[in-house]
């Protein structure tokens, strides 16, 4: 088994998944991409371009490093992959990333329309709010750098301007998680705007209470990853050591 076939072997489930649950806007279609951070490497194991989600096998998947230089796979990365790659950079606490194109989220895109915090369970996953990221073409410099700017908030999930949504998380399984989080606010917030009734939200004491939590879930995490890789740079020199 090679090096990065678990990882691989991941990224095509959960891609499977949102592409077979209609978060990519389309079933047959080929928008959004998945990414894996690769553990103690500067690489990441992420979707190919213009491939339909329903016949993508293990070995379309990509590998590249953080220059975007290819490891592994036969077929182009994402156009999105710089997007990937500044968000790993940047949030030292995320090792996945899911890019979509689902309904409820892609509407607010439109409108330019932050999702403020609604539900303590969603906001204590989430974080204080959904921001927007503002437009730029898609695979373009200018649009990886405008998520990058987003990404300080410590927030889990983005509306990217008349695109889409960015989900970010310490595994896929919980990126996935965030993806559905995102669609039920997104719907509901909606749905709320539509009656022409006020929306209410919680309290300011609430959010900065919850934005705490998942702060130190994000702290617990970058520390638990440096441990690792202390522990790992200890081991290596032993290992040598023994040959």
Avoid: W
């Avoid at 992420?46 to 220059?67: G, R």
């Avoid at 182009?76 to 940047?90: F, G, L, N, R």
């Avoid at 300080?152 to 695109?163: E, G």
């Avoid at 702060?215 to 081991?235: L, N, T």
Wanted: a negative charge; charged letters at 25%; aromatic letters at 4%.
């Amino acid at each position: 088994m090679g090096h990065y076939d678990e990882y691989k072997r991941r990224v095509l489930r959960i891609t499977q998944r949102l592409s077979a649950d209609g978060y990519f806007g389309s079933k047959s279609g080929s928008a959004g991409n998945v990414s894996m951070l690769v553990e103690d490497e500067d690489a990441i194991v992420i979707t190919p371009t213009h491939l339909q989600y329903n016949l993508m096998t293990i070995e379309d998947i990509c590998v590249v490093d953080f220059d975007l230089a290819r490891i592994e796979g036969e077929r182009k990365p994402s156009i999105e992959t710089p997007m990937h790659v500044a968000t790993y950079k940047i949030r030292a606490d995320v090792s996945a990333v899911i890019h979509t194109h689902q309904m409820a989220a892609s509407a607010l895109s439109v409108l330019n329309q932050p999702i403020p915090p609604l539900f303590d369970e969603v906001t204590l996953a989430i974080g204080k709010s959904v921001e927007v990221v503002p437009y730029a073409l898609s695979g373009s410099r200018e649009l990886h750098d405008n998520v990058a700017r987003k990404l300080a908030n410590r927030c889990h999930c983005y509306i990217i301007q008349n695109h889409g949504a960015l989900c970010i998380g310490t595994d896929l399984d919980e990126a996935f998680t965030l993806v559905e989080l995102l669609e039920k606010s997104a719907t509901i917030y909606m749905q709320a705007l539509a009656t022409g009734k006020p929306v209410t939200v919680l309290p300011e004491k609430t959010v900065a209470q919850l934005h705490s939590a998942v702060i130190a879930r994000q702290d617990r995490e970058i520390a638990r990853k440096q441990a690792h890789h202390i522990a790992r740079m200890k081991v290596a020199p032993e290992a040598e050591s023994s040959h």
